[in-house]
């Protein structure tokens, strides 16, 4: 486990910058990020971090009420998912995560305790407000928390 303070939106965006570095490195064609937190912790500005960094242009809204938000650009696909206010399994099984993409298909869901079975991760970020900043706290693939250390 790593733990992370950020100050303010600006170094949430540039986390979301380190974690998209890695993406970018990495040779692996797929990844699950899930997000855990309060309301308004930062999960959705995170996102929008990693994205920006990728490359994408357009903008980048929370999926409270589409439950998920797609972006097909360059070489990726990317599933952003919130799960806030879903109730069943079968919610998420109509966005056929499993689907087949020929560049890196990334995942995040927000809200993944309301699953209600359990997914493979890489990465588990949890976001809790403190003071006037975020706690980040990752847990996951010991490789890609080492990475994420020395990309810091």
Not at 10 to 22: A, D, P, Q, R
Not at 90 to 98: P, R, Y
């Amino acid at each position: 486990m790593q733990n992370h303070i950020l100050h303010g939106e600006n170094e949430t965006l540039e986390f979301g910058k380190v974690i998209s570095n890695l993406i970018q490195e990495s040779l692996e064609p797929h990844f699950e990020f899930h997000l855990q937190g309060e309301l308004g912790a930062g999960k959705t500005t995170l996102v929008r971090g990693i994205l920006r960094s990728l490359g994408w242009e357009g903008s980048v809204k929370s999926p409270t009420y589409t439950i998920c938000e797609e972006y097909e650009f360059n070489e990726y696909l990317i599933l952003h998912i919130d799960l806030y206010r879903t109730e069943t399994y079968e919610d998420i099984e109509m966005l056929d995560l499993g689907r087949r993409f020929d560049g890196k298909k990334i995942i995040f869901i927000e809200w993944p305790e309301n699953l209600k079975k359990d997914r493979d991760f890489d990465l588990k970020i949890e976001m809790l407000h403190a003071e006037n900043s975020r706690k980040i706290a990752l847990i996951g693939d010991t490789i890609l928390l080492n990475s994420l250390k020395a990309n810091k």
